[in-house]
């Protein structure tokens, strides 16, 4: 079963103000919240001050309780304000809620500081829809402020953020309900957590000076001071890391994910929605990056397709599989926002996506996914009548539907990351450029191109699709290429009611300009990219045999806009995130790890150094990629990761092999 995140339970003072029922709290002062917030967590961590004696890039700021956002909007507020060219450039803020508010609550609190308005309606605009446990990311003001929020109990999530030994916060706003309220929450187990992911002279500063959280921060490793309260409470505590207290990370050694060398140049192979994912979350980093495609335009292959469904791949568990897909889409979603923001045209509709039923088998399997307790906003069983009426077609089969899914147009996405990474100054496009062979030394790689001069990185991100495996040093990862190929129909009176994206043993997508897509064949280690006419047919008697419906009796293909591409495919279903392993030593001299006292003696597992892939997107590229993206530029960057570490490990490029090392297995060279 999937656990479930309560939305807080409000009341409403006689001053309009929210009350939380489950801890009989308020949210903030009756007297001035806003107030309180900027006197209590901006000034006593001294912000200004510390964000203009240092040159910052990034500031990150961790927050055990969002409640109403009014701490976020503070200081997003104070951020939009300073000097930038004297302060940090990019704002991180991670925050942890265990009871979320409904958007509802949220808005009416928020309209209490009129201040705030320009900043509180584009929180609301994509506060999340779905609460779910972990990580979903929202980012405005162009990436230049990130805030990550992590839904569930805090001890939890704080268990399984990935932090590296450089530590990850700068600075923490210690808020949540009174600890007479509260107790569960203040805890020595969060006071040892907030200094383990602290970097050096963390800050501090909370409301409450209660004895036992003075003495649990200092226990944990903590400067601590007292200083005036705000408004009627005569005193507050606040303070910093001490500078002999270490950051760890949790992370096992053979998962383990390197502090990386600046980025002084890198280099990303493929612009696919892979390549673009990446180049625009670097983009949003301030990070400079070349891009290398071997054909003439980006999203040629497999990210060409016309539409492609957006929905997550969900379990009948809370698997890192669901909860990987779920950050992803919501990212997703998040995402296609910004860019329209932004000025760029993204064909999509947020339709609703439809899994049906069609034989025995998959009814098992969604009912078994139905029965796991997902958020109804995320998946929800609908028996045939409803799904009709939904779908705008009659069919016969009952199914599970996905109401904030839908269609995007996977080339429009990352055209748009391109050309706002080059509008940022980051990106530099070279296309028509063939990777033929690159190797690397200690310091940098050199990259060979068919027919142009070799070029030198520091840094290389190898997104290229199923070509990834083309190099000695690649051949060996588990990416299977896959031949599909999609069928484009006309629209006619019978089908054009579509209303909703539908999935059998294939899918089929309302109508854009005329046509839908239909598809997609599934022929392993096959490469040719022309129209087969057997294939075509192939899609249509599978939509014929899988829904039996006089609408889709008397359909015409339109053959001369179907494509046909080759997707890169892992067998768990999960892409390849990560650091590339150096297989040759993995293979040969990785030690067994299938007993404590192995594991405990483990090293760190051989990687190339600062080479990374993207690779094993599968059908799912178009959901998945953006995050990612996001994924591997927080790892080149050091900045925090919008995944768990349970996440982040069955990402890992070097999972096939990590796991016949903890079963005591022999490694393999082709797994």
């Not at 891009?291 to 040629?300: D, K, N």
């Not at 990987?324 to 979603?333: K, L, P, S």
Request: with cysteine; hydrophobic share 35%.
């Amino acid at each position: 079963m999937v656990k479930s995140i309560h939305t807080a339970q409000i009341e409403w003072n006689h001053l309009g103000l929210p009350v939380a029922h489950q801890f009989d709290d308020v949210y903030f002062s009756n007297n001035n919240g806003l107030e309180e917030t900027r006197y209590v967590f901006l000034t006593q961590n001294k912000l200004i001050q510390r964000w203009q004696q240092k040159k910052w890039q990034r500031f990150v700021i961790a927050e055990s309780g969002f409640g109403s956002g009014l701490n976020f909007l503070a200081t997003w507020q104070l951020f939009s304000q300073i000097d930038h060219t004297i302060a940090p450039y990019y704002l991180h803020f991670i925050t942890f809620e265990k009871y979320p508010l409904k958007k509802g609550d949220l808005k009416q609190t928020l309209s209490h500081w009129p201040e705030l308005n320009h900043y509180a309606e584009e929180l609301l605009y994509s506060y999340p829809e779905i609460f779910h446990p972990g990580c979903q990311r929202l980012q405005f003001a162009e990436g230049r402020i990130t805030l990550d929020i992590w839904f569930g109990d805090i001890h939890e999530s704080l268990n399984h953020l990935h932090t590296t030994e450089q530590g990850l916060v700068d600075c923490w706003f210690l808020d949540g309900f009174a600890p007479s309220k509260n107790p569960q929450m203040w805890s020595q187990e969060l006071f040892n957590s907030m200094a383990r992911v602290s970097r050096q002279q963390a800050t501090f500063a909370t409301f409450t000076a209660a004895g036992f959280v003075r003495r649990g921060l200092q226990q944990a490793g903590f400067n601590v001071q007292k200083v005036p309260g705000f408004g009627r409470k005569r005193e507050m505590i606040c303070g910093q890391l001490s500078p002999t207290a270490t950051p760890s990370t949790q992370s096992a050694p053979w998962y383990s994910r390197p502090i990386n060398t600046p980025t002084q140049s890198v280099a990303i192979i493929g612009a696919g929605i892979a390549g673009a994912s990446v180049s625009w979350a670097l983009s949003k980093r301030g990070i400079k990056h070349s891009l290398f495609e071997q054909e003439t335009h980006p999203a040629q292959a497999a990210s060409g397709n016309r539409q492609g469904a957006i929905y997550p791949l969900l379990d009948d568990s809370q698997s890192p599989l669901s909860d990987f897909f779920i950050a992803a889409f919501c990212y997703n979603r998040h995402l296609i926002h910004q860019l329209e923001h932004m000025g760029y045209t993204i064909h999509h509709d947020w339709c609703g996506v439809f899994q049906l039923s069609y034989n025995e088998r998959s009814s098992k399997r969604l009912l078994r996914l139905a029965n796991a307790n997902w958020p109804d906003r995320l998946a929800t069983w609908v028996d045939s009548a409803q799904a009709s009426k939904l779908a705008g077609l009659p069919l016969e089969y009952s199914g599970v539907f996905y109401p904030l899914g839908g269609w995007a147009t996977p080339a429009d996405i990352a055209r748009a990351m391109l050309n706002a990474s080059e509008k940022s100054g980051c990106l530099t496009s070279h296309y028509g450029y063939h990777l033929t062979n690159w190797k690397s030394d200690e310091t940098h790689f050199e990259l060979q191109f068919k027919a142009h001069p070799t070029q030198t990185f520091s840094h290389i991100i190898l997104c290229n699709g199923h070509n990834i495996t083309s190099f000695d040093t690649t051949q060996s990862l588990p990416v299977t290429p896959v031949r599909g190929q999609v069928t484009h129909l006309e629209t006619n009176v019978n089908i054009s009611n579509l209303k909703s994206v539908l999935c059998y043993n294939g899918y089929m997508t309302p109508a854009l300009n005329k046509s839908h897509c239909l598809g997609a064949t599934h022929q392993r280690d096959q490469y040719h990219k022309a129209l087969d006419q057997q294939d075509t047919q192939n899609n249509i008697e599978s939509l014929q045999r899988c829904i039996s419906q006089p609408w889709n009796q008397n359909i015409s293909p339109d053959n001369s806009v179907g494509r046909a591409s080759v997707r890169a495919v892992v067998r768990d279903h999960l892409p390849l995130a990560g650091p590339l392993p150096y297989i040759p030593e993995l293979i040969d001299k990785y030690p067994q790890i299938h007993t404590p006292a192995l594991k405990q003696s483990a090293p760190a597992l051989p990687i190339i150094q600062g080479a990374y892939i993207l690779a094993g997107l599968g059908s799912r590229g178009v959901t998945s990629a953006p995050l990612l993206g996001e994924i591997i530029a927080s790892e080149i960057t050091n900045t925090p990761q919008p995944v768990n570490q349970t996440i982040l490990d069955a990402l890992h490029p070097g999972r096939f092999w990590i796991r016949r090392l903890l079963r005591g297995q022999p490694v393999q060279k082709q797994e």
